[in-house]
């Protein structure tokens, strides 16, 4: 389709309140997913969320299934940078990475993706990922993953973010999550109508996926499982 659009869900029910075409990709923050089916078009992401035995011990097989099933692209780990989440340091992230993504599925035609980074000042976001990248020497990183959230009024703050990713590590860009914090829907409408029309036009930009599809307040998707104002303006801004 040309579209950069992704949808990020837990539950692949949600997936159907979006117009299929328009759709690149949808991931779940796991290696596999259950519960239903997604439309062929739709390539579905395989994520490895973090290092941690229950994870790493079936993520060659449900990868090798959808690859099998064709899906050119796998994640890796999620939010290293921050103590809520993945939370390793870039030379733990660089091993592990070498092991159950570079090594396991570089030189395949697949395209491998670096740990999505927060936002975060100081040692997180870019400067881990820097980190990350200094550390995994030897390793195949095709594209680098973020994620942004801070209010809709900070547009600019998003744009750079996403530049500087680009500019730091010379790799293409994916911004599988971002999300607008204490913002009106009519803000985070008037946000997506800025940023996504950006995005399409930077050569770099690969794909995005707001934060997410489910219900909710601020979400994608309304209680009757239809795309909400938001939803409709994050399908609509291109
Ligand atoms: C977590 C995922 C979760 C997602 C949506 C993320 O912050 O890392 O595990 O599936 O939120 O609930």
Redesign the pocket.
Known sequence: SGSKKGI?F?DVAYIDAFPASDIAYAY???SSYSGGSMPSNIEFVPLL?CNSESLTSGWQANAQKYIDAGSTHLMSF??PDLDS?CNIDPATAAAAYKTYISDMFGGKGIKLGAPAVTNGGGSMGLTWLQNFIEACTDCQIDFVALHWYNPASLASDFQSHVQQANQLTGKPVWVT?YGCTGSTDAEVESFLQTVNPWMDQQSYVERYSY??A?SGDGMLCDSTSELSGIGNAYMQAS
């Open positions: 990020a837990n779940n923050w796991g969320w999620n939010e989440q999550e934060f997410m489910t």
